[in-house]
């Protein structure tokens, strides 16, 4: 992470400010579902442990991509915001700062997110979702890990986040991101940041466009009803969870995985770190059940 300066910091943290806590966890805490493989499920229950995913390799994959490019290639051309900048070699400087942050993104960040997937689950709902089962539990024939939220601490760790995913069109995101653009360049202008802080401002910025596009899909998933935890690897200074790293076997080839031991999430509250704490209940697939 990129050293703070409370000279701005407050200010760009507007620019988080349209996340509405009173939706997110810890305000809100629904039952989640995690819909896998029976041989994925033994997995996670033998050895206590929830297996992450990198979004790059998930069958919505594009959606990461679509959010970073997207939001950056929109950021720097956008007229306001280099107007906001005020001369043009304070442009190209901030240009350059946000480039210089999707690279790094790209080339150290990228491969090492991981998410694990949920679905907001009815409290009486004993079936699941079809579309659900069709998608991610083996066609009918898997099992359904149903999560208590109540169960969990209260407390996002700086390495994992816990929140909903936003459903919108691919217009109605640009939409989004033009007003996110004219915030930014707002705040430019108000707190007048010195050139040799732009790289801040473009921090702040591409913060805010990675949390975009992690918890931002097209509103053709919208019926899953997504929850996403992600793991952060720019957040994780000292490279804590790296030694969970691993793979794991799939038809369609070798994928990598963060398994990650209940005890080390710091979402769950140690003294109920074993599994069947947090676990509401297990549902099987209407093939097998």
């Not at 990129?2 to 400010?17: G, K, R, T, V, W």
């Not at 009918?140 to 459903?167: S, W």
């Not at 704490?277 to 209407?286: D, E, M």
């Amino acid at each position: 992470m990129e050293p703070a300066d409370e000279n701005f910091q407050a200010a760009f943290m507007s620019l988080f400010a349209d996340i509405q806590d009173e939706q997110e966890f810890p305000n809100q805490r629904p039952l989640l579902a995690h819909y896998t493989s029976v041989e994925t499920c033994e997995q996670i229950l033998k050895h206590n442990q929830i297996w992450f995913s990198n979004p790059l390799l998930m069958n919505d994959r594009q959606e990461l991509r679509w959010g970073i490019l997207e939001g950056t290639r929109g950021a720097i051309t956008n007229e306001r915001i280099r107007e906001a900048c005020g001369t043009p070699d304070r442009a190209n400087e901030l240009e350059n700062q946000i480039e210089r942050y999707q690279s790094k993104f790209e080339d150290e960040h990228a491969l090492d997110t991981y998410i694990f997937c949920l679905s907001q689950h009815e409290p009486n709902d004993s079936d699941g979702l079809l579309s659900m089962w069709r998608g991610y539990g083996a066609s009918g024939g898997g099992i359904a890990v149903v999560l208590d939220t109540a169960k969990f601490n209260g407390q996002e760790g700086q390495r994992l986040v816990l929140a909903r995913v936003h459903y919108a069109s691919d217009d109605e995101r640009r939409k989004w991101l033009d007003s996110l653009y004219e915030r930014f360049a707002n705040i430019l202008m108000d707190t007048a940041v010195p050139t040799d802080k732009l790289f801040l401002a473009a921090y702040w910025l591409f913060e805010r466009l990675k949390l975009f596009a992690l918890f931002s899909k097209h509103k053709g998933f919208r019926e899953e009803r997504e929850w996403r935890a992600v793991y952060m690897p720019w957040w994780d200074d000292d490279g804590h969870f790296k030694k969970y790293l691993g793979y794991t076997v799939t038809p369609s080839g070798v994928h990598p995985k963060l398994k990650l031991p209940i005890s080390e999430i710091p979402l769950i509250d140690q003294s109920e770190c074993v599994l069947e704490k947090i676990v509401a209940r297990i549902i099987l697939g209407p093939t097998i059940s």
